[in-house]
């Protein structure tokens, strides 16, 4: 079944520690996004990347980093300085250009990131 | 920049008719679209507009006014299984999706 997975679905984080988010797609989609979401809010851009080997910083980028060395892959790291990672991540993926494909993202099962 | 409004929650009963409303402020508009989120899910396309209109899809219809820079997502015999978040979305000029708040919907026995 072609899909989004994305591993862990729950991770803790020790201060000034760095930790990583897999997300791995099968659609064949040029386009994935990392989004983040807080309780009772909605979903804000941290990076997304059109192509592999290029991407590019969202609404929230400060204290992440992306890689997009293989179209299938796009893992996500929150580092030590994002000094409020407590949330709910989410990682998607597109055909192309979101009008060009009505709009239409499909989204992993998300990973809930935690500080101890 | 992009903006959008929608309600914080809404409450309907089984069986009925409810309706989400979504106010956009965009430079250029690319389409308005809604996704459904169940409590700690993963985030799913239910509709798209382009053009001005009614789009119908089961019980799920959405409505779009490019004039009025509105929209809404219309549900029809509620079901317990609706209640979620509805989030609307457009997109903008560089191809990224600007999401809503979201509204959660409860539906009541």
């Known amino acids: 079944d072609g899909g989004i997975t994305q591993s862990p679905k729950y991770l803790f984080r020790k201060e000034g520690q760095n930790v990583t988010l897999s997300c791995e797609q099968n659609?064949?989609?040029?386009?994935m996004y990392w989004y983040r979401q807080d309780p009772g809010q909605g979903l804000r851009l941290i990076y997304y990347s059109q192509i592999v080997n290029d991407f590019q910083k969202g609404d929230i980028a400060e204290g992440y980093s992306v890689s997009r060395e293989k179209k299938e892959s796009f893992p996500l790291t929150v580092t030590s300085a994002q000094k409020n990672p407590t949330a709910f991540y989410l990682c998607?993926?597109?055909?192309?250009?979101?009008?060009?494909?009505?709009?239409?993202?499909?989204f992993g099962a998300g990973t809930r990131l935690s500080v101890l | 920049g992009q903006s959008l409004e929608q309600p914080s929650e809404v409450t309907a009963v089984e069986g009925a008719i409810v309706q989400i409303n979504c106010t956009y402020q965009?430079?250029?508009?690319?389409?308005l679209s809604w996704y459904q989120q169940h409590d700690g899910g993963a985030p799913t396309f239910l509709s798209y507009n382009a053009l001005d209109g009614l789009e119908e899809t089961g019980r799920f219809s959405s409505f779009l006014s490019r004039s009025d820079s509105y929209g809404y997502l219309l549900l029809q015999e509620l079901q317990m299984k609706d209640s979620a978040s509805y989030f609307c979305a457009v997109r903008d000029g560089g191809g990224k999706l600007i999401f809503g708040q979201g509204t959660e919907l409860s539906v009541k026995p």
């Open positions: 965009t430079s250029g508009f690319y389409g």
């Open positions: 659609l064949n989609h040029d386009a």
């Open positions: 998607a993926s597109s055909k192309g250009l979101a009008g060009v494909t009505k709009n239409i993202q499909y």
